[in-house]
């Protein structure tokens, strides 16, 4: 079974007068509408009416065919969109830009070219005012999770689109958000790193309990690691529907068993179905 903040709360003897607090909502979106207005061109409803509560803790995938606005989504919950018609509240505050609570890996990688994978991945750390020594020990141990050890003084240019990207990752993780936003992070990676680097994901959440939002187009990715898959709509995006992922996980075959495979192909179903609507909308 998935340890979750939640769940770990100890039950302690029964108190019939007082209720137990709600679970917390870690991120509360409601009533999302996103426009992109480029100069001189039509502008391009990318978000529209989108609401989803995220608990503390929670583990969640967004899936969704191309251009349906997950990225998008991502972007406006780290702050680096303004938001315009609707709110996003973490922790029942309403957020106004980035913060320290949000770490978001880039479906673009998004490293500094200037600096060696060493200093990219301490750089969160500087930022939050460690001294040079200490975030470099600390980042160390993040190049060594992601398997980039013998690389920290190596620029980005000289590294492979998955070792870009196992970098970014470990950038993120080094500064250990609240709440994690990844944008497709393994998507450049060979099969077999990314069945490592799933398992590594999972660990980390499980040692230190966050609250992650992960974008995939793999349906066997997002049924593997979350406790809830949003199937979004082809664009304008609105959540189209939200699928329960709630398998005991403590075997590792659950991924054989029949509950799995049966989600994984109503998933497969959700997407496809999306997906062919936007492809008739480009048709039409
Ligand atoms: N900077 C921009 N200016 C104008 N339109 C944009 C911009 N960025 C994204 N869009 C449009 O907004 C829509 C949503 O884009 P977004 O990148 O959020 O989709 P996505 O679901 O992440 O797609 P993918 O799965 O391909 O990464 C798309 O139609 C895209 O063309
Ligand atoms: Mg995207």
């Given at each position: 079974m998935?340890h ?17 607090p709600?679970?917390l909502t870690s991120v509360?979106i409601r009533d999302?509408?996103y426009?992109y207005?480029?100069a001189n ?5 990318a978000?529209?009416?989108v609401?989803l509560e995220v608990k ?28 315009v018609e ?5 922790d029942g505050?309403?957020?106004?830009g ?9 479906q ?5 070219p200037w600096?060696t994978v060493?200093?990219?991945v301490a750089?969160?750390l500087r930022?939050?005012?460690?001294s ?11 190049v060594?999770?992601?398997g980039?050890e ?7 240019s ?9 970098a970014?990752?470990a950038?993120?993780?080094a ?7 990844m944008?497709e992070?393994?998507?450049a990676?060979?099969?077999q790193?990314r069945?490592?680097m ?8 499980r040692?230190?309990p966050k609250t992650?939002?992960?974008?995939t ?9 979350s406790?809830?898959v949003v199937?979004m709509s ?6 189209k ?12 075959a659950?991924v ?5 495979v ?6 497969q179903r959700?997407v ?5 609507r936007a492809?008739d909308a480009i048709g039409?």
């Open positions: 998935l979750t903040l939640n769940e770990s709360r100890s039950a302690g003897p029964p108190q019939p007068m007082i209720s137990s709600p679970a509360d999302l509408k426009i207005a480029p061109k039509r502008p391009v409803t978000l529209e009416n609401s503390a803790g929670e583990f969640i995938s967004l899936l969704g065919p191309s251009g349906c606005g997950k990225s998008t989504l991502l972007y406006l919950i780290g702050g680096f969109l303004p938001i609707g709110t996003i509240s973490v505050k309403q957020i106004a980035p913060g320290p609570d949000r770490g978001i890996v880039f673009s990688f998004a490293l500094f600096l060493l200093q990219n750089y969160g930022k939050q005012g460690m040079k020594a200490n975030a470099e020990d600390n980042a160390r141990s993040f060594k999770l992601v980039l013998g690389f920290e003084d190596s620029f980005p000289h590294l492979s689109g998955g070792m870009k990207q196992r970014a990752i950038r993120t993780l500064i250990d958000p609240k709440i994690l936003l944008d992070p393994f998507g990676l060979d099969a790193t069945s490592l799933q398992d590594e994901l999972l660990a980390i959440w040692r230190s992650v939002i992960f974008v187009h793999d349906v066997h990715e997002a049924a593997y690691l406790q809830r199937v082809a664009r304008p995006g609105r959540i529907t939200i699928v329960s992922c709630d398998f005991d996980r403590s075997d590792p659950f054989r068993s029949t509950q799995f049966e989600k994984v192909d109503e998933l959700l496809r179905a999306e997906a062919k492809e039409r």
